[in-house]
């Protein structure tokens, strides 16, 4: 056991709440089961948090965090709509392909987090939709999209990549990246875009 007690870091045990927290949600994960997971006792976990909820805050901001970094990343550069929401796509259903854990703990248990961190994951998600109707709406105003509502094409295009996290499986018969690419034409579908031709997505290194 004390051998064990030596190699549990921070990141550890942010990794075995993650687990649980996917696993069981939030409130049916406890303290003393993550410290099971990392055979230590529920006492030790305090050298490396404050609390249940710190950790919920950790996993929750860096993913949302992540996925606004994914689509400034994926989208630098481009100036056409169609190839900035091919791109955009691409990246956020890989992201739920390949980080299910933290997909399924933010879509389900953000709201279970304190003020003022509900608030900041809240507006990192928001960021996100903006940064993504924004798009739409250009392409819209570029006659390039035929989408009556932007922010309804925003949402469809969301929940649909939000999806992916809970049937994917790495030992399925697509890849993550099959997957996405697949997804982003789905995308250009829902706004009414030409798709573009096959194999054109710019590989964005994953996170």
């Known amino acids: 056991m004390s051998g064990t007690r030596t190699t549990v870091t921070a990141e550890a045990v942010v990794d075995a709440?993650?687990?649980?927290?996917?696993?069981?949600g939030y409130h049916g994960t406890a303290l003393s089961e993550i410290a099971e997971v990392?055979?230590?006792?529920?006492?030790?976990?305090?050298?490396?948090?404050?609390?249940?909820?710190?950790?919920?805050?950790t996993i929750t901001e860096r993913t949302a965090t992540g996925v606004l970094e994914d689509f400034r990343a994926a989208t630098a550069g481009l100036d056409d709509p169609v190839r900035r929401l091919q791109q955009a796509a691409f990246v956020y259903a890989r992201r739920h392909a390949t980080h299910r854990r933290e997909a399924l703990v933010v879509n389900r248990d953000t709201a279970s987090l304190d003020e003022p961190h509900r608030t900041t994951v809240?507006?990192?998600?928001?960021?996100?939709?903006?940064?993504?109707?924004?798009?739409i709406v250009e392409g819209v105003e570029a006659g390039v999209f035929t989408v009556g509502s932007p922010a309804l094409a925003s949402f469809a295009i969301r929940e649909m990549c939000v999806s992916i996290a809970r049937w994917f499986h790495d030992d399925g018969p697509a890849t993550a990246e099959e997957v996405a690419a697949?997804?982003?034409r789905f995308a250009l579908q829902?706004?009414?875009a030409a798709g573009a031709p096959e194999g054109t997505v710019r590989p964005i290194p994953p996170v």
């Open 38 to 57: 990392l055979g230590v006792r529920t006492p030790s976990l305090y050298n490396h948090m404050r609390s249940k909820q710190e950790l919920l805050h």
């Open 190 to 192: 829902i706004v009414g």
């Open 122 to 135: 809240q507006e990192l998600r928001r960021a996100h939709e903006h940064a993504l109707r924004s798009v």
């Open 182 to 184: 697949q997804y982003s």
């Open 17 to 24: 709440a993650l687990t649980l927290f996917a696993q069981r």
